[in-house]
């Protein structure tokens, strides 16, 4: 009976993050529960509000950042790095961007959206800390605010802007990114 439940759920999350990706930001119970081919009794009965359909589904969408994600090695050069990194976050920002787009709308009255934005946000930060761990120590008292530029600079509000409020192309905004994120850091590199 477990099995069956949990596939429930899965179809459930699966139907939610197609009907986003779709285009449909704003996708109702109904809507969902018809994609996942289920009674809408049914839909509450797995999942017992919105938020707690908004927590399964974010953390399906960081599965799916975790299986697409690939290690960069904090030993190649600092340029490699930040080509790395930029190709990377461009390619892991356009995975998140329908669910990003529709966590952007309800966000402000769900608490559950907020902590999922959150969750994110510091797993960029893990990154940058790990992979320019050098550049951020040679900050000295100026780490934090480097740090945070860098995340600012890598998530996905920088990126909505370059992509949906400037109009840029993937390959612009991904260029963009790079010469910022390489500014910040070419500050403190050690020579």
Known sequence: ?????????AAIVE???ALISEGDLRPTG??????????LRTLWTNFKDMETLFEASGAEVLRQ????????????????????????????????????????MREPVS???H???LKHI????????????VELAEAGPGREQLLNALVA?????????????LGLGVDQARAVMARTVGALLAEVAPD
Request: proline share 4%.
């Open 1 to 9: 009976m477990a099995a069956r439940a949990e596939r429930t759920r």
């Open 15 to 17: 139907a939610h993050l």
């Open 30 to 39: 109904e809507r969902i529960a018809e994609r996942a081919g289920i009674s």
């Open 65 to 104: 950042q975790d299986a697409a994600h690939r290690p960069i090695s904090p030993g190649l050069p600092l340029a490699k790095r930040v080509d790395a990194y930029c190709r990377q976050r461009a390619r892991l920002l356009q995975l998140i961007a329908p669910s990003a787009r529709a966590a952007q």
């Open 111 to 113: 608490e559950q959206l």
């Open 115 to 117: 902590r999922n934005r």
């Open 122 to 133: 510091e797993r960029v930060r893990d990154e940058v800390e790990d992979l320019f761990a």
């Open 153 to 165: 600079a890598s998530t996905w509000q920088a990126w909505s802007m370059l992509r949906y409020g």
